[in-house]
């Protein structure tokens, strides 16, 4: 028996609430947002499909889930720059989801941006376990480094760390072959701008998102395990401390256990290093 909470049912949590439900990966479903309008919508909605599967809108319930998503708050817009320009908005959602989450016992997946630094949020302040607190990003961002590699008629393993932001750190190094500096910094500023372009031309992401926030569902239900990237709040890992930012973990049933000791290039550590100085400065606005 699997129970899935969502804690904001907008175009992201409304596609992993809907994808879950109707998949059958789940045997019962939490939904929660301030907007009410929306909240009822959304159940209603999932209710007329063909699923059988129990759906509350009992905010009360959402501590006992096995499995919680929190993608509540603002998404980025074609007005808003950055993921990290998010942060003042979204803080205060944060806060308030807090409450919902006391004694919290499950697997926590944070969506929300800026991802990196709620996830450090939420873990510190609910004392979860690290493999316990999950961000996402890493999947989707390694999914369109893919994307761009293929388009170079280039294979191979494609893994992108770092922050879920400007400040990601795509590896090259392990591709098998030599990729020259102006290539790297040219796909670098591909992976930047990916997900804007789809913003402006249908107002927000939302299939790739939630295809993968599927995908690690599933990993933590154990239905599989596997090597990806995803932000953990870090201690001495990569050499970061006070901050959580995506690294190699592996993901099952027990949660999402960093992998230590990646090789990386010289390129990639100055990335990184740039990647952890950025997200420890936001960290520490933090009242964890």
């Given at each position: ?38 909240l ?24 006992d ?13 074609p007005s ?37 630094v ?24 390694s999914r ?6 293929g ?6 393993p ?14 090259f190094s ?11 910094e ?43 990237t ?39 550590r ?19």
């Amino acid at each position: 028996m699997t129970s899935l909470a969502v804690l904001g049912v907008g175009r992201i949590g409304g596609e992993c609430a809907f994808a879950a439900t109707t998949l059958g990966i789940i045997d019962e479903l939490i939904l929660a947002d301030v907007y009410k309008p929306l909240l009822r919508a959304q159940a209603l909605d999932l209710l007329h499909t063909n699923t059988d599967i129990p759906i509350s809108t009992e905010t009360g319930r959402i501590h006992d889930a096995d499995i919680c998503i929190f993608a509540a708050g603002s998404p980025r817009n074609p007005s808003i720059k950055t993921r990290a320009d998010l942060f003042d908005a979204n803080l205060s959602v944060a806060e308030a989801c807090i409450q919902h989450l006391g004694g919290f016992g499950g697997k926590l997946i944070v969506v929300s941006n800026p991802m990196d630094v709620f996830c450090y949020y939420f873990q510190k302040k609910l004392g979860m376990p690290q493999e316990d607190c999950i961000g996402f990003g890493g999947q989707l961002d390694s999914r369109r480094f893919e994307v761009a590699l293929g388009s170079r008629g280039i294979d191979g393993p494609a893994f992108v760390i770092g922050e879920h932001g400007e400040h990601q750190v795509p590896l090259f190094s392990h591709l098998g072959r030599e990729m020259p500096l102006p290539e790297r910094e040219k796909i670098l500023a591909e992976l930047r701008g990916a997900s804007m372009e789809v913003i402006s031309g249908k107002g927000g992401t939302a299939f790739g998102p939630a295809s993968h926030i599927i995908d690690l569902v599933r990993m933590l239900k154990g239905e599989k395990s596997d090597t990806i990237t995803a932000a953990l709040s870090l201690n001495g890992e990569y050499g970061y401390s006070n901050c959580a930012m995506g690294v190699p973990v592996r993901v099952s049933s027990n949660g999402a256990k960093v992998i230590p000791n990646w090789p990386l290039d010289a390129w990639e550590r100055g990335q990184l290093d740039e990647a952890g100085a950025f997200l420890k400065s936001l960290c520490r606005r933090l009242d964890v």
